[in-house]
């Protein structure tokens, strides 16, 4: 994955936790404020032995693990191999993008994912997505539950919102469109309806809503070279937590959908905060995709109590993506190099590297690992 930063960048979810590979010593600074060191809870310690990267990839594969959070554009033997070694599920999510040709249309997207689902032998599934650009057609809310249901009665299991809602998508009058807008309301409906998971996007990092001092904040960037998502100054633009609100109403008007908020719903500063929402909606529940540097690199006893408390509320997903133009081995080299850092920092109490980073294992117990990595994700995404 640390060799994909500049395609990552380029379309897909613009990751912090790329961003912060750029500025550890700002990340550790801003986790140092984020993260309040207040458990008690000592590690034990750390063992001298390291897993070696087939012993980590044996365990993750003991999972059955579902990864529900990548981008998938191709595949080839190697990857199909991978994924039968690895006995790993994946859950293909679909974006339009208009910033980035593969993903300025939606129906070749779903035409090709469908191609990927079929050839795999079960292990890919899909989760659809609408084209948000077609909002001021006056026809948008029913032709978008159209082809969700169409895709729906195909096999698809999720839908997929982006940040294109609250940081993009301008309604007829120019104002921008928040997440919770009445014309989504009944896609939110439907998707309940089909007993379908809603995959939210929304917002982002901090820093987008922020001024840019690129000698200061090398985080800034990707926002440099992105400016689309960079909101600052831009007239009218949501802030961030209007547009966090807006997600929340749509959990609150909605109890009987199924909410994954992706990225750590875009709270992964703050894990007190993460809390506080799934206090206070069942129905909803975080993923982990490009977001593991936050947890890796934040208190180990509180990442942990963290985890084992909320266990039942988070799914294991990665944003790793197959473009287009991939050279699928490097690319399944590099699928293999995060699943063994993620599972060398879930399932062992080991110290070790990531990104010249010292990070510590959690050492969870197996159960938990079986619900982060597999079943939560059933709960969650029905049908996997
Ligand atoms: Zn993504």
Known sequence: MSTSIGKTFNHCTHTAMMLLRKAPSLLLLLLAVALTVSNPISMAAASQDKTSEA??????????????HVHVFRSGPGFQAMLEEEQLTLLNILVVDDTWAPRNQ??????????????SKGHVFLCTTFDGYKFNSPTFTQDSIRQIDRDFKDGAIGVKIWK??????????????LPDDPKLQP???????????????????DLAWQPLDVKKDPLGQYY????????LNKPG?????????????????????????VHLGS????LDDIARHLDKYPNFAVDTAARMEYLMYGDPAKVRAFLM??????????DLDMNPDAKIDESVKEWKETYVNDWRFFATDETFQVEGRKVRGLKLPKEVLQKIYRTNAQHWVKGL
Not at 187 to 205: G, R, S
Request: proline content about 6%.
């Open 164 to 177: 294109t809602f609250g940081m993009e998508i301008k309604d007829s009058a120019g104002k921008y469109v």
């Open 267 to 270: 709270m992964e500063m703050d």
């Open 106 to 119: 939606l129906q070749p997207q779903i035409d090709d994912a469908w191609k990927l689902v079929h050839s």
């Open 224 to 231: 440099i070279d992105n400016p689309q998502w960079h909101m």
């Open 55 to 68: 012993d980590a990839l044996k365990g993750f594969a003991s999972m059955h693990p579902i990864d529900v």
């Open 187 to 205: 896609i939110f409906e439907d998707i309940a309806q089909h007993d379908k998971t809603l995959m939210a996007h929304l917002a982002e990092p």
């Open 309 to 318: 408390k909320y266990q039942d509320r988070v799914l294991y997903g990665t």
């Open 237 to 261: 633009v949501p802030s961030k937590k209007a547009i966090l609100e807006a997600r929340d109403h749509i959990l609150e008007k909605n109890p009987k959908l199924r909410m994954v908020g």
